[in-house]
């Protein structure tokens, strides 16, 4: 670790005087006698000299700083804030080790307040004032476009860690959640042959939830079934009666559920308090976190969620995994999939700088391309083609105490494929925002 600069007496200030004065007499200046008032100028000089030195020497030991943006507050908060603590997991487990290089990692933690032009102007203060290597950020797909040109303009790097519905790839970008091929179509498809073909859809009104729902609607038509309606409510939103009535006067075979925030908690206790507990809901964007916060009172008996991690997980890596976090941040605190997805990020990050020999990110860039670990859901490995991580998927039944008893498996490890061959760009038309482009 780099000394801490201590600021001389006057006693010692004299005698390194006094040590520069005879080197002078003795090295530079043999034999001659030197006025006073010009040795004094000589030391100043040295001095002067010395202090840049310092002042400029590269320090191998300075640390290498990663921005971790968030939302700490807002209707996303609650969805979040555990992202920060994964990520804080993985840097103190890194640091630990003995850091990287030899220097420890530091984050710089930002609160995108929910709020994508937020999110958009902290990426741009992280990178360019607080000159971060690496950011790990975003819930929703709309923060992701929002801080994507600022990411690419830096020429950075973005570690992502939600599923998302594809349709993009970035140079700048490492998705470490799930492509459409790897969630919302096995998934659905699952639940159309399990739970049955007659489809009310509800979600946030935002990219995602519009995105997976146009993929959806393809589904169900290609499997002879119906959407009976497609509803959106802003983030944040708490009013759910008027959907709640519609439900019961429509009675669906399958709710499928892609509401994301706080929301979920009031969707699902308005579904208890009309006593619709035996409609099942398929969850694309609920986990662990969001069970806790509905609570035991308004569990829902015939819930299910699709992702590649379940906390209940058997397998030792995943206990380890558990352990360390709650450990770390409470033994009453639950792990998810983007929990796993953005720790998983912080180890392939760290592997490839080491890699590089450097956190310049072009360079580790380059490096991350090669990236594979053991992560606790499996297998996670880079896909060079589009950056996105290859995953297994499962699908997991909602229990009364806050977790999801496994009820299919993949596997083995899905190629993920964010641009799907099946479905074509005009059937994308209308969505609220325009997506990106292959690179």
Known sequence: MPQPIRIKTHIEQKATNESVERF????????????????????????????????????????????????????????????VDAVRLAVEEINAAGGLLGRPVEMRVADGRSDDAVFAAEAERLIAADRVSALFACWTSACRKAVKPTVEKHRNLMFYPLQ???????????????????????GMQWALNTLGKRVYLLGSDYIFPHAANAIIRDLVKA???????????????????????????????????????????????????????????????????????????AFHPNHYAVW??????????????VAAFRKRHGADRVTSDPIEAAYV???????????????????VNRAMLQQSTAAPSGVAAVDRGTRHVWKQMRIGKARADGQFELVWHSGNALRPAPFPDYHSQSGLQGLPQPFGARP
């Open 24 to 83: 002078a007499l003795r090295f530079t200046i043999p034999k001659m006698i030197v006025p006073r008032r010009h040795m004094v100028i000589v030391v100043l000089i040295l001095t002067t000299i010395l202090g840049i030195f310092l002042l400029l020497r590269p320090n191998p030991a300075s640390p290498i700083r990663i921005g971790v943006l968030h939302s700490l507050s807002g209707t996303m908060a609650v969805n979040e804030r555990p992202l």
């Open 164 to 186: 998302h519905e594809g349709l993009e790839q970035s140079p700048s970008i490492y998705y470490t959640g799930s492509t459409p091929n790897q969630q919302i179509i096995p």
């Open 223 to 297: 499997n002879g079934g119906s959407v009976l309606a497609e509803r959106y409510l802003p983030l944040g939103d708490t009013r759910f009666d008027a959907i709640v009535a519609e439900m019961r006067a429509l009675a669906p075979d399958v709710i499928v559920n892609t509401i994301n925030g706080d929301s979920n908690t009031h969707f699902f206790r308005a579904l208890h308090g009309a006593s619709l507990g035996g409609v099942p809901v398929v969850s694309f964007s609920l986990a662990e976190e969001g069970l806790k916060a509905i609570g035991p009172a």
């Open 308 to 321: 590649s991690y379940f906390q209940s997980i058997p397998d030792e890596a995943n206990q380890r995994f």
């Open 345 to 363: 990020g912080v180890q392939l990050w760290a592997q490839a700088v080491r890699d590089a020999g450097t956190d310049d990110p072009e360079q």
